[in-house]
Structure formats: C-alpha cells, structure tokens
C-alpha cells in the first residue's frame, strides 16, 4: 500500500517532485500539500490534481511521510507548529531545507523522529537533479527506500553516510550548476571577443556542455580519460588545456568548493541551534 505524502510548502522544489512522482506513476490521491498561499494551493491543484490545504497540522495529519519543503529561514517555526500533529502520526520526515541538520529538525519537532536530510539541485526543477540524502540512526531500511523513491523523482539520488558529508554535496552538486554557468559564460564571452556572434556563441556553448555531459554519463571511461582522448598532442585542444593547467584551475575550484563547503557549515549554525 502505498504510503500518503504530505508536502509543506508548494513551492518550486515541491512541484517539481510532484510532478516527477506523478509522472512515475504514483497515485495522486496519496499526494496531499499544505501551504498558507491560495494562489499556490489552486496551481497544485489544476496542475496535478491533488488535495491542497491551507493549514499544515490539518494535512500532517493524514501523512505517512512528510516532506518539509519550505525555506530554511522559517523552517523552525514551521517545525515548531506541526509538533504535536508529528509526534501522534510519528511520521518519516524529509527535509529538503538547505542548511539545516537532522538534529535541529529533531528538536523542532519534539524528538524520537525518523529524519532524512536531503541537498538537491535546481535541475532537479527539470527532473535532472543531483540529490545526496542523509539519514539519521531512526530511519529503517523501508524508510530510507521511501525517501529514496521520493527524491529520484527529481533525478539522481546519492546517500552518504556522516551527515558532514553534506555539505561537501552542497559545495559540489548543490552549488555545482553555477560554477557551469559561469564556465559557459566565460566561454560564450570568450568566442564573442574573438568575432562570433551572441546567437552563435551561446548555441554552441549549450550544445557542447550537454554533448560532454552526455559523452561522461554514457561512456565506461572516466572524464581524465575522456580528456586525453580529445587532446592531440601538438593540437588546439592541448594548448587550451595547458593554459588551464599553467594557470591553477584545479587549485582554483579546489579552493572555490571549500569555501562553498565552509559557507554551509556557518550557514547551519547560523539556521539552527545544534551546534
């Protein structure tokens, strides 16, 4: 039987894993959301066909999982106000709030939860996310396969096993689709200066970052390898390669993604109290 999801909060990331769970086949009648905006309840609810309520403890109460899909800022309050619906249903809790441990949503919500921290992307927006999930010591193997099921709907799913470990997925997936945009800025501003046009230059550059991400999700060789293989000695490739090398580009995003990384373990003391 299938378990009833709760969503609080219907916002971008709740839509998109709506609608990816939909599409996968889940039974919308088991999809319910709460969320103090009408205008947000009536998009859910002529997009997908789902129950929608504006109070959140009248939806927490018929859930089997919840889903906390609201911004870290007021992440504590809501906690705070479904408390005691939690606490009766002992409900698998799945946060999807950037920055805030399993140990302060814990407490939020009175203590003695099943908890699954989770970090997407903003492609999960598309269903082509990256998403690392974490679970504390209350979370069973049929919740933890719950929590799974749910965030693949947005695309890829990855569990680590210390919840530090998650903000290194901040640093590198969860941040990560902005250190590509930038790249592909970079390079779209690059060929302009030497004589393409704007159309060109973007077309080229989208078409040649989905064409090197496809050839790395599709082939058996890993992206070292995949890079030798176009780099010919002598060659254009090899001297636009070493001119990346020369200038520290490795030292650079090394250096990019730990203050990334550092940045969500303040951002964590700051939204919380489990320090």
Known sequence: MQATLCFIGAGNMA??????????GYPKDKIIAADPTQAQRDNLTATFGIV???ENNEAVQQA???????????????????????????????SVAAGIRTGDINRWLGGNLAIVRTMPNTPALIQS????LFANELVNNEQKNQAEHIMRAAGLTIWVQEESQIDVVTALSGSGPA???LFMEAMEQAAQSMGLDAKTAHLLTM?????????????????????????????????????????GLREMVEKAMLAAKNRAEELANELGDDV
């Open 15 to 24: 839509k998109s894993l709506i609608g990816g769970l939909i599409a996968s």
């Open 52 to 54: 929608c309520f504006a």
């Open 64 to 94: 089997d999982v919840v889903v906390l899909a609201v911004k870290p800022q007021i992440l504590q309050n809501v906690s705070k106000s479904i408390q005691a619906a939690v606490q009766q249903k002992n409900s698998l809790i799945i």
């Open 129 to 132: 996310g990256a998403t690392g």
């Open 179 to 181: 250190y590509y945009f």
């Open 207 to 247: 078409q040649t970052a989905l064409g090197a991400a496809k050839m790395v999700m599709e082939s058996s060789d890993d992206c070292a390898t995949l890079r030798k293989n176009v780099t010919s000695p002598n060659g254009t490739t090899e001297q636009a390669i070493n001119t990346f090398e020369n200038q």
